[in-house]
């Protein structure tokens, strides 16, 4: 949650503090390396997250459990959040 910006500075700090790299640049490997990035769209209808609310250059697919279930079948390595 953002909490007007809170949230995201205090999660960036803490990463500062646990000497882990910014998200821009584990995001940046996590690409690199061919990880894809699925949003779920009810979630993002519950929520009221908008495409326009996402960063789309990360976004490689919307779609719903279907979408995930298909990739995931055909994945070595799944992770949903």
């Not at 996402?54 to 390595?77: C, F, H, M, P």
């Amino acid at each position: 949650m953002n909490f007007l910006g809170l949230g995201r500075a205090m999660m960036k700090n803490r990463m500062k503090k646990g000497n882990v790299a910014s998200l821009e640049k584990l995001m940046a490997d996590f690409k690199e390396l061919g990880g894809k990035i699925i949003a779920c769209e009810m979630t993002m209808e519950i929520m009221g997250v908008k495409r326009s609310d996402l960063r789309e250059d990360l976004i490689d697919d919307y779609g719903a459990v279907g979408t995930y279930i298909q990739e995931a079948r055909e994945s070595n390595i799944t992770l949903l959040i």
